[in-house]
């Protein structure tokens, strides 16, 4: 079998499957330093530092050239920006702050030097505004470009996790969703639209703003389950709600879809802001009264979307302002189809 | 100018300068809980924990598909394996064991979803045999396969670094080199020679065993300077120099070849010995009085090989038996070249 016919979530559960027997034997030096409290299958992995009572948070992230970004919609320092910026909302999805990165780039031989040095400068602006900083990295030839980003994150509470949502718990978003859709869209359609939307839109795909203060808001307000909004709304709530073994409605009318949306993409607006991808929101689930208490003190456009059921887990059914589901007209990123 | 114009050494000096612009804001949880020790440009870096004053290590390494490796020359569970090796031998270097794996994966669509599982099968056989553990990652489609693994590594001493060499130190190796070089070129010769040597040989390039143990004996013994042998023994060697500001000599007698690659490659098994690469031995420092207290504690054919001098950074030379300069007849491994 070839993993396209699997599809990316067969894989990375085979994947699971077959790192848990890694785990047995993890060295004497290790586990008498720190303990595991989040594995392999969340946002990022998790350790607590036995004495001095720190976690520290792991994540991973790649882009692909020509898979992940081009070139046309995406200049590298903007490049730069977007491969610090899906780990740093990784580690804003477990509550945690960005702390040390590793920088992969896999280069054709060909790449320009000042292309690099664009990167970087990228790179550096994002360190910078959230207080990362690049320790380290590896650079190799390879025929396809692409960067590989491993970020640390230091928590001082426990991280929220995607195992921790519970039937009855309403469902929240920090921002609003499907301008980096709407943006990419109308880069590659190339409506030479101009004008503050189009602008909107394209700032949107190109410098996303990971949510690491609306993460700690959430874990100073007690919330523990939560995720981030890479491969889109009702997508990455469908990997939530399956990790917690629970069903959801997401209700369309209280979405907040990104303003310029519907000037530029008035047809299918909704669709962008349900399934577009790249937000870098977070996703979070939460009892009625602690989501009372949370909701109003995150500055950027939260809403409370939806609510967690028993059902089948991973189910997620949008319904309408009238109660009635919502056909799904798109459908979430699989990375290998 | 072209990354292949300016080469990896060159690419990476400009990286690091590139990369200390995002080395000034450090957010302030990240440094009430840490402090850096070893930064960017080591085999990895590392951070002491205030408290509890553990050090927690940190390095990548990655492998592409038609550059680093094979599936004629490596089947996917040594591939595994190796891909692990590398970081695990990088940890070693700095006197530290290994703790905690992300692995990445770059897969084209068509990936059968069996060699997947032969990889993480030789990937957990290496973390359990060295107290490893697979705790997070990534998968994305990719034109050319790849994999990025990042570790961390937990050691209880000041980790050993590149730039303590000082001139009047003797150079160690912790065991022999030039056997994964030989095995490789075996291979890619196709011979059909059998028997011990080959299978050696073969053994060496497929499934390298990093020196951690010989790494925690020389902290033991007041190393302070040392790397992993990963693209060759005298270019390494090289690379130490020059982040030391000294110059070295080899002796190319004392340098400990393989035994089975006389066998094999009877003309120029000192090149494979001197340039080959993939070793995954240590390459060490020290002032004679601490060598002569370490080296005949090393299990496995470690040698003393030669001299730190005052002179050009980074200028080693490889003398014969007789004191006369060696002409190199390879080169080390350049990976923009």
């Known amino acids: 079998m070839r993993i396209s016919d699997l599809g990316e979530f067969g894989l990375i559960q085979l994947v699971q499957e077959w790192t848990r027997q890694s785990d047995s034997d993890t060295g004497p030096d290790a586990s008498s330093v720190y303990q595991t409290v989040v594995d392999n299958g969340d946002d990022g992995a998790a350790v607590t ?21 081009t070139s046309e919609t995406t200049p590298w320092r903007d490049l730069g920006w977007k491969a610090i910026a899906s780990n740093v909302s990784d580690v804003a999805a477990m509550g945690a702050t960005p702390a ?37 990295g590896d650079m190799v030839r390879s025929p396809v470009g692409f960067i590989t980003v491993a970020l640390t994150g230091i928590a001082s509470a426990e991280p ?35 004008g503050p939307s189009m602008d909107r839109l394209t700032g949107a795909h190109r410098r996303p703003r990971p949510h690491v203060t609306e993460g700690q808001t959430l874990v100073a307000n007690g919330v523990v ?31 907040p879809a990104e303003s310029a949306l519907k000037s530029v993409f008035s047809e299918d607006w909704l669709d962008l802001a349900l399934y577009g991808g790249e937000d870098y929101v977070l996703l979070f689930t939460a009892p009625p009264e602690v989501m009372a208490a949370v909701i109003d003190g995150l500055p950027r456009g939260a809403a ?24 799904r007209a798109g459908a979430g990123w699989d990375h290998f189809s």
């Open 304 to 327: 409370v979307i939806g609510e967690v059921l028993d059902g089948e887990p991973g189910a997620v059914t949008v319904l309408d302002a009238d109660g009635n589901p919502r056909l």
């Open 49 to 69: 530092f036995l004495r001095d009572r720190v976690t520290e948070v792991y994540t991973t992230d790649t882009m692909v050239d020509g898979i992940h970004f």
């Open 160 to 194: 929220m996790v995607r195992t921790a949502a519970r039937p009855g718990h309403l469902i929240g978003v920090t921002g609003s969703v499907g301008g980096s859709a709407g943006g990419l869209r109308a880069m590659l359609q190339a409506t030479g639209d101009r």
């Open 100 to 136: 040390l990165a590793l920088v992969t780039l896999g280069l054709p031989a060909h790449t320009l030097v000042d292309d690099i040095k664009e990167l970087y400068a990228g790179m550096n602006e994002i360190c910078r505004e959230f207080g990362a900083r690049i320790i380290g």
């Open 225 to 255: 389950s939560a995720m981030d909004v890479s491969d889109g709304l009702a997508d990455d709530l469908g990997k939530l709600c399956a990790a917690s073994g629970v069903a959801a409605v997401i209700w369309a009318d209280k979405v």
